[in-house]
């Protein structure tokens, strides 16, 4: 039976995955003991367990991020899932096709045509020029030179290596190698791009601004990505979802919003107590309701007096579709005379903020001014506010 793709919730399904180290894995494994930890399976039956009933998935166009400490499982995680190294037991899903159930040939057809990695030591060939690596993939699928040449330009010129196609990889900076690794591995056209700590060995300064070009790219290419690290600054740069691994196992799963407000266990809390809020905290999140709501078409002077009625501090105005228009303070409306002065008021307001943004841009805002500032949908429909008060107390928690 032929199954849509398009009714798929997931690209990639993980279901307890296992993977043990030693002539007798299945004593790791065995239901009895299941509450013992990493070190004393190891110690009682000289088997290391480097994955234990791993199960996520991963949805298509999402980075999946998979971070965790030296020894955590993660790299073992990623190289299982292209078979670099074989699992114990479980399943890896891509779309409805197990990975651990293919043939050799369909093995190597899957790694050509679906899926393609990028390592830490970036895996250039010395003895090759810049565009050369880059088509390397190509070459190997049987790809014609002209056609080979012109895919990896287009993902040299989408990396920012347009002019470097003749150099030798070894006259290239650390960053400028690794995008060439990025550029192979696009130019093959994958579905699912595995990244393996790829901007570990490089300088701090260089792998800020490579996180920060990668999170933007993927904007454009939205390509299923599943990202390695240790670093958490890099996890929230990148990832829509991150993954915490601890000893073979996944200890936490969520959002980085989620993943640092709320941390699990003093593992985690530990793991995120560097990275500030306001990184990743939404503006959904600090939005509380309005003092007043108020229409704009309707009488100045009733607004005036149900200001007073109400103690409002503040009055969020909006249209007759619910379309935010502005935000005002209580001062400036007592000292309003006109329709007209409302109207310029409103429009000299601060803009509204869009409930899915990141709460930096209100803070900065809300630095200079009193005044909340509208959150709003996708359809500009007014859903709150972002007051001083809300954002102390959400960075407070």
Known sequence: MTVDSTQISHHIKVEHLWKVFGNNPMSAMAPENAGKSRSEIQSEF??????????????????????????????????????????????????????????ERELRDFRRTKISMVFQNFGLLPHRNVMDNACYGLEVKGISRLERYEKAQKMLDL??????????????????????????????????????????GLDPLIRRQ????????????????????HDLDEAVTVGDRIAIMRDGEIIQMGTPEEIILNPVDDFVTEFTEDVSKERVLNVSAVSVDPDLIWTHSQDLTKLKDDLNTAGAQHVAFVNESGNSLGVLMRNDIEQIASSEELDHMLRESSPAILNSSNVRPAILKLANSETPVPVVDSQKKLLGVITQSSILKSLAE
């Open 210 to 229: 490579m996180r920060s070009e990668l999170a933007e790219l993927q904007k454009e290419i939205k390509k299923t990505m599943v990202f390695i690290t």
């Open 46 to 103: 000289n088997q290391v367990v480097a994955l234990r009933d791993v199960s996520f998935d991963v949805k298509k166009g999402e980075t999946f991020v998979v971070m965790g400490l030296s020894g955590s499982g993660k790299s073992t995680l990623v190289r299982c899932l292209i078979r670099l190294i074989e699992t114990t037991s479980g399943s890896i899903f891509v779309e409805e096709e197990d990975v651990t159930s293919l043939s």
């Open 159 to 200: 990396v920012g290596l347009n002019g470097w196609e003749d150099s030798r990889v070894s006259q290239l900076s650390g960053g400028m190698q690794q995008r060439v690794g990025l550029a192979r591995a696009l130019a093959v056209e994958p579905e699912i791009l595995l990244m393996d700590e790829p901007f570990s």
